[in-house]
């Protein structure tokens, strides 16, 4: 029963998709307000006919009903509750159907917040949205069908994959991602409309800047989780390997962030329009890319689990969006004129411009070394890959500019400007500079890299701070109380401009986390008997036995080990090695001890309760904490200026951005 | 990336023309030095995934590349690797055989006839260094049949990320 309604919502999800975005398309290009009012109630049908394919789908999974394909591939009654439900993006066909329900609630969403504006974008929104979800349901109903009939449903199903069921990061890295790379659809169906109208004025800046922000603090966040999870689950001591599908998640992140940058410059200047337009395409197509890579399974990757036979399908979705976006550049993207002009590059945006073109090159070099392989491989049969030196030989002189570049920008006024305001803006950072490359070289640091990235951190993060504030004091100055003023000017009208510090105070954080923890790591592999121990940095670890322990779905065994650091007692770590059911092969479980400074990480290599020995790969990973709070902090700053303003309040804002405009205006004249 | 640069001012059209023409080919040098520095980075970092056989065929090549070794730990070739000292043993897949170094703690599921990917370099001793040991998971790798090439891709699948 169960699989044939399944299988009757996904056919009609696909009916709603694909005739709604004809009705859509058809009400943009007549412009009919009727035809309009039916691309949204279909939008609205496909989000809840593909929702409650979903809701289906977790109703059995937790009921375990072994006659739905899906369940009997990935259920199992000894998991926990949130293991099952998490059960629903483990796998391919689970895991396109979730896609179907992150679009779904986005489209659902975005058509709402949109229905009483852009009366002629709009139309054209959905018929992209629309399209993209048809797509997706196509692949439900035919190639990755969750809801086959199982004839003989058996008795207990395998479970997810272990290596998923491992860590409680798995149940959140995958929805953070979907959320991110989903939800670049709808900036692309927003940049399509543009584009099909010829027109992309304020008042459509508006939803195209919050839809792009909104995915990009998603994948922002999963792209770090993802890091996170290899870090605390796969046991080398790292969080980022440059594997083709770290990078597939880090591509779009690249054009997002740049088009993110050069929105702002659109909004000031009334200029690079089309270039804007470009890079929010771009970053759609490379989200079904990145789709391709991860499901195809021409990657080795502990991604592999989710690979199928429908890689060319998705690379044919991948051609026509690529032909769709390049046909629709090429015909109407004269007709995105720029009103404005960029004066001089001593100037904000022309440190936006050298920004968004490191961006493009940061895309185009792990582009180039992902895909370099599959080229060579489909040319000439042989099997490589491109080696992660490559990608930190490139990446870190980029990243390191870009610091550099997140301080002089905002410390730069718009429009132009003269000798005087220059070295009143630049020079005084250098003290912050010349305080974090201090610090750094006292504890220790060498390499040449990491303290070009500390000096250039300082510098950003006084600029930063300082960019923060000023508005505040001001306020403040103007006779406001600091309550007042904090509210007033940072949280109600500044708001934006605020969470774009934050963002990039924690993005400082994160670039320096990165260059010192990569660069200062210590580590050593033990082989330890009971009673034996070993020393790492301050640390002194010793083995006080092997143990098994019993879990429902699993049973593990661990090394117990007492800690002693600078010689005083500092409790037990316990590294483990996990035995899943289904699986013959143990997984391990690093231990992390994370302090403000550094982490301490056990992983075990080998284990033997009979003998009591186990062989410990031992590592001292400065300041990573850091990674993850900043994030947190980052992700804060995202949704703090995605956070909706009200009208009257957006109207104001519009309005001193208009004067701001027609000031520099008068100026220019 | 033309649109930012164009100025509409008829005064400066000439200026501008220039400008833009200036604009355009710094920008394609630019494109030509990062064509190059990508290619040459690529060039130098790539790694090779062989088989026992396909390094038997580039020995002359072997030497400093470096090389994803996949195959079999053969029965009876296993040497060292406890408290230390150096592991030694062969990886073949049954129809070349190359003789492996490493210094590292072995993991878990090493053991003999297991489908393993060691990645190093080939040694002008003859042997292969091994920096990283890794043992296929799923344990699906088979000796391959007469004639048909072991794959190595997929061995290096089940072993990728998880070691």
């Known amino acids: 029963m169960v699989p044939l309604i399944g299988r009757t919502l996904i056919l009609l999800s696909l009916l709603a998709a694909a005739s709604g975005a004809i009705i859509a398309f058809t009400a943009g290009s007549r412009k009919s307000v009727v035809g309009a009012l039916w691309a949204r109630r279909f939008a609205y049908t496909y989000a809840i006919l593909i929702s409650s394919a979903n809701f289906l789908m977790i109703y059995a999974l937790i009921a375990h009903d072994f006659t739905v394909g899906y369940v009997a591939q990935v259920g199992s009654r000894a998991t926990p509750l949130w293991v099952t439900i998490s059960s629903l993006w483990s796998s391919l066909e689970g895991s396109i159907l979730f896609w179907g329900l992150v679009l779904g609630i986005y489209v659902f969403v975005a058509t709402w917040t949109c229905r009483k504006h852009y009366p002629e974008h709009l139309p054209y929104a959905i018929a992209v949205w629309l399209a993209c979800g048809a797509f997706f349901s196509f692949l439900l109903a035919g190639p990755a069908q969750p809801f086959h009939t199982v004839l003989n449903p058996p008795m207990d199903g395998p479970g997810p994959n272990p290596l998923l069921q491992n860590h409680v990061l798995m149940v959140l890295h995958p929805p953070f991602l979907y959320l991110g790379y989903v939800g670049m659809t709808i900036p692309f169906g927003l940049a399509s409309a543009a584009l099909l109208v010829g027109r992309l004025g304020h008042e459509f800046l508006r939803p195209l800047r919050t839809w792009l922000l909104l995915p990009w603090t998603f994948l922002t966040v999963a792209i770090v989780m993802g890091g996170w999870w290899a870090y605390e689950v796969l046991g080398w001591g790292g969080y980022w390997a440059w594997d083709p599908v770290e990078n597939a998640s880090f591509l779009p992140w690249l054009t997002a962030t740049a088009a993110l940058h050069s929105a702002l410059v659109m909004e000031r200047r009334s200029i690079l329009k089309g270039w804007t337009v470009t890079l929010v395409m771009a970053s759609f197509l490379l989200t079904v890319l990145g789709t391709f890579m991860t499901r195809s399974g021409v990657f080795n990757s502990v991604h592999s689990f989710t690979q199928s036979s429908i890689g060319p399908t998705i690379l044919a979705f991948l051609a026509v969006s690529l032909v769709w976006s390049v046909l629709i550049l090429a015909m109407r993207v004269d007709h995105l004129s720029a009103e404005g002009q960029i004066d001089s590059g001593k100037s904000r945006e022309g440190a936006f411009l050298a920004n968004n073109l490191l961006f493009v090159l940061f895309t185009f070099t792990v582009l180039i070394g992902t895909v370099f392989p599959l080229v060579v491989e489909a040319v000439k049969g042989v099997q490589m890959s491109v080696g992660s030196p490559y990608f930190n030989r490139m990446s870190v002189p980029i990243g390191v500019a870009l610091l550099f570049l997140m301080g002089v920008g905002p410390a730069l006024p718009w429009g132009r400007a003269t000798k005087q305001q220059m070295i009143k803006a630049l020079v005084p950072p250098i003290i912050g500079g010349v305080i974090l490359l201090a610090i750094g070289f006292a504890v220790g640091a060498r390499n040449a890299w990491t303290l070009l990235a500390l000096f250039f951190g300082g510098y950003t993060a006084q600029v930063t701070l300082r960019e923060m504030w000023l508005p505040l004091v001001q306020r403040m100055k103007g006779g406001a109380g600091i309550g007042q003023a904090l509210v007033e000017g940072q949280l109600v009208r500044g708001r934006r401009r605020f969470a774009a510090y934050v963002v990039h105070a924690a993005v400082v954080v994160i670039i320096v986390s990165i260059a010192v923890s990569s660069t200062m790591q210590q580590s050593t592999e033990v082989q330890l008997m009971k009673g034996q121990s070993a020393k790492i940095g301050p640390y002194e670890l010793t083995l006080q036995g092997v143990e098994t322990v019993s879990e429902a779905h699993r049973e593990g065994v661990l090394a117990r080990l007492s800690v002693t650091k600078n010689g005083k007692p500092s409790g037990e770590m316990l590294p483990r090695m996990n035995y899943y059911a289904m699986s013959k092969d143990p997984i391990g479980t690093p231990e992390v001890r994370t302090t403000l400074t550094h982490d301490l990480y056990l992983s075990i290599m080998n284990i033997d309760e009979r003998s009591q020995s186990v062989g410990l790969h031992l590592i001292i990973n400065p300041m990573v904490g850091w990674i993850w709070i900043a994030t947190g902090v980052m992700a804060l700053g995202g949704f703090m200026a995605t956070w909706p303003t009200k009208s009257r309040r957006n109207e104001a804002i519009l309005r001193d951005a208009a004067q701001a405009r027609g000031g520099e205006a008068v100026v220019e004249s | ?163």
């Open chain 2, 1 to 163: 990336m033309s649109e930012p640069v164009m100025n509409e001012a008829p005064v400066s059209r000439k200026n501008a023309s220039r400008n833009k023409w200036a604009a355009v080919g710094a920008l394609g040098v630019a494109l030509v030095a990062f064509l190059l520095i990508t290619v040459s980075g690529i060039g130098d970092n790539l790694v090779y995934y062989w088989t026992p056989s396909d390094l038997e065929a580039n020995r002359d090549k072997a030497v400093g590349a470096t090389i994803r070794l996949g195959g079999m730990v053969k029965p009876g070739s296993i040497v060292g690797g406890k408290n230390g000292s150096t592991l030694e043993f062969d990886v073949t897949d049954y129809k070349s055989t190359v003789h492996v170094k490493s210094n590292g703690v072995p993991p878990q599921m090493f053991r003999e006839e297991i489908g393993v990917v060691v990645e190093g370099t080939m040694t002008d001793a003859g042997h292969f260094e091994c920096n990283r040991l890794m043992v296929s998971h799923g344990n699906e790798y088979r000796a391959p049949k007469e004639g048909e090439h072991p794959d190595v891709k997929e061995l290096i699948q089940s072993t990728e990320g998880l070691e």
